[in-house]
């Protein structure tokens, strides 16, 4: 069996805390540990302290490895004092997994605003930080539930960079990163990939942009004539209706939203972010820190649970 999965606290001024709190009350999906500051939990939560993530707890209560925070959580209300704190967990987290004693890290929701301005965080989120605790591994961002899996080629930079971001090489190594953990931790022998085009109708036969006719469609074709299992450039608009999501195992999509926008509607309850390519599992909620209803008892925990089913079959898999 795996060892415990390694949870981050994420924002302790986030959802993060209460949602691993009510998981673990409710029955956590696999063993877990909680790293974080014990002040953050809910009151009333049932936790212990443990020194070894493999330490048994009873039924029902959250094993913590502490972590002490600069200043208590207002939830609702980021405080940059505790960035520090919410990167270091998260390198702690990195840190078990890289010392076999946890099987996987599932990452609470960050404020990457909050961890800029408290502590000069220097990344677009986790995503770009795993790869560089992970010795700067090529990576890329998945989103997935059962009806749908998507790629967004470029993440988190602004809508007037994503031209000049696409390029090529990008396209290459996402295509190959994704293809092969579709093999891998997908168990996918044959993942057939669908790219959308960047351009509305995907370029109109270059009426409407060129990117589609200069580089993404003769990269498809070589990777066709390679023999992989892969269309487009698609028109966004009519790529992920029930007909069309049955032609492909993962959409790689040109920027953030384009790919976020259809699962997040399909089903935000059962979205997981899975970071491909790291040396090891990684997974998140594919939700915020939803600072609108923090502390509330609001939150549903589904994503993130979603998450840890994820990371622990992830792991179950490479055992
Ligand atoms: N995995 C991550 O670390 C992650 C993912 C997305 C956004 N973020 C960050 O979170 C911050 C806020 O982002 P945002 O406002 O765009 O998105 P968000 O997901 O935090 O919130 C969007 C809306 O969805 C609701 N919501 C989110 N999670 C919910 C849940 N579990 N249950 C019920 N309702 C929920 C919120 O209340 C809010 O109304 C930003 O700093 C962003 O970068 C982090
Ligand atoms: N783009 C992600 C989402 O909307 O779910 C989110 O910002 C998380 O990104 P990182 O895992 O890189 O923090």
């Known amino acids: 069996m795996p060892a415990p999965l390694a949870v981050t606290s994420g924002d302790p001024s986030g959802i993060g805390p209460e949602l691993a709190a009510r998981i673990a009350r409710d029955g956590a999906p696999a063993p877990m540990v909680w790293i974080g500051d014990p002040r953050h939990l809910p009151e009333g939560t049932r936790w212990q302290a443990v020194d070894d993530p493999a330490q048994p707890v009873p039924g029902g209560v959250l094993a913590v490895l502490p972590l002490t925070f600069a200043a208590p959580a207002r939830p609702g209300r980021p405080d940059p004092a505790n960035a520090a704190g919410t990167i270091a967990a998260i390198e702690r987290a990195v840190a078990l997994v890289q010392a076999g004693e946890c099987s996987a890290v599932v990452t609470a929701p960050i404020n990457k605003k909050a961890l800029k301005d408290g502590a000069g965080f220097a990344f677009p989120g986790h995503t770009e930080f795993l790869a560089h605790l992970a010795g700067g591994a090529e990576v890329v961002m998945m989103l997935a539930c059962p009806e749908l899996r998507v790629v967004p080629v470029t993440i ?30 997908f168990g996918l022998a044959e993942p057939r990939l669908a790219l959308a085009g960047l351009n509305p109708h995907a370029g109109e036969g270059g009426a409407m942009g060129r990117e589609e006719l200069d580089f993404i469609a003769p990269l498809i074709r070589r990777y066709q004539h390679a ?20 032609r492909y195992d993962a959409a790689l999509c040109m920027y953030h939203d384009q790919a976020l926008i259809p699962i997040k509607t399909i089903d935000f309850a059962g979205g997981v972010n899975v970071t491909l390519g790291l040396p ?40």
């Not at 602004?158 to 090489?169: F, G, K, M, N, Y």
């Not at 396209?171 to 891998?184: M, V």
């Not at 594919?286 to 609108?292: C, L, S």
């Open 156 to 185: 988190h930079i602004p809508l007037a960079e994503v031209p000049r971001a696409l390029t090529p090489d990008l396209l290459s190594r996402s295509i190959e990163i994704t293809h092969a953990a579709l093999q891998r931790d």
């Open 280 to 319: 090891f599992v990684r997974t998140s909620p594919d939700h915020g820190t939803a600072y609108d209803i923090a502390g509330r008892g609001l939150a549903d925990p589904a994503s993130m649970r979603a998450a840890m089913v994820m990371a622990w079959d992830m792991a179950l898999a490479r055992t």
């Open 227 to 246: 023999g992989m299992q892969i269309t487009g450039p698609l028109p966004a608009d009519t790529m992920f209706h029930p007909a069309a999501r049955a």
